[in-house]
């Protein structure tokens, strides 16, 4: 038997994966970056087959790690997160700096960053699992605390996408049943809001596999709005 709770015990950071050059370059939220070896020094990832950021972490041959804190704004996980680069220009509006390596790296809510060379690259059927060797890295601000993707869960009250390789879909939204009563929630991918004023079903009675009926994403990304 599989407990799919067991899983989320199972401790991960919050990072940006990006890769590109000066011309065009992308990036995608993740929380499945983790160091491999130490000598040398090797970081992998797991990208989304689908991910736009894919086809430039292929034709580089390279990609670029961003640690968030703990207090990252909610804008950097909708823009980068929940909604793809072929829709629009995910660095338009937010910090990025060239690496040594030429990577495109996201600065914003940024603590640490790393310029890694696409060493292996192993296909997982829905994912990619990319290990690359560190070529550079910096701290860029020693104060922050790393935020953790429990953390992301139990605090922030946020839940990851379908191409997260750690989505759950029966967990369903992070709304506490005692919490019950007429309110609003927003879907983290393309804003639509769900009243629960304006249907017959409150929105926690909605079944675990009901979609948001704008872009489909899954009930467990809404979030609760004033
Ligand atoms: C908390 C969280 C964790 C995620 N983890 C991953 C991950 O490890 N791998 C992945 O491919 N996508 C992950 N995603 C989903 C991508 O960030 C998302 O699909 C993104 O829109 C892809 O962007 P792109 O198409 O512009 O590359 C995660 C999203 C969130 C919010």
């Given at each position: 038997m599989i407990n799919f709770e067991a899983l989320y015990k199972l401790s991960y950071g919050m990072y940006v994966v990006s890769s590109g050059d000066h011309k065009s370059g992308n990036a995608y939220i993740s929380?499945?970056?983790?160091?491999?070896?130490?000598?040398?020094p090797q970081i992998a990832t797991c990208c989304h087959?689908?991910?736009?950021?894919i086809g430039f972490i292929q034709q580089t041959k390279a990609f670029a790690v961003s640690v968030l804190h703990?207090?990252?704004?909610s804008d950097i996980f909708k823009r980068l997160?929940?909604?793809?680069?072929r829709d629009f220009?995910?660095?338009?509006?937010i910090h990025v700096k060239y690496g040594v390596s030429g990577l495109p790296i996201v600065l914003?809510?940024?603590?640490a960053c790393f310029e890694c060379e696409l060493v292996q690259s192993i296909d997982l059927g829905s994912h990619m699992m990319f290990i690359g060797q560190l070529i550079h890295s910096e701290?860029?601000?020693?104060?922050s605390e790393p935020m953790t993707y429990a953390y992301y869960r139990d605090v922030k009250k946020a839940a990851a996408p379908k191409?997260?390789?750690?989505?759950?879909?029966?967990?369903?939204?992070?709304?506490?049943?005692?919490?019950?009563g007429p309110k609003r929630y927003q879907c983290l991918?393309?804003?639509?809001i769900y009243d629960d004023?304006?249907?017959?079903?409150?929105f926690v009675d909605l079944p675990y596999d009901w979609e948001c009926p704008?872009?489909?994403?899954?009930?467990?990304?809404f979030v609760e709005i004033q």
């Open positions: 929380n499945t970056v983790f160091q491999v070896t130490s000598n040398p087959k689908d991910n736009y950021t703990e207090h990252s704004s997160g929940y909604k793809s680069g220009k995910k660095f338009e509006g914003d809510d940024a603590i701290l860029l601000e020693e104060a191409k997260a390789p750690t989505y759950q879909a029966y967990i369903g939204p992070m709304v506490e049943p005692d919490t019950k991918a393309c804003d639509y004023a304006e249907h017959d079903l409150l704008d872009c489909g994403s899954p009930k467990s990304i």
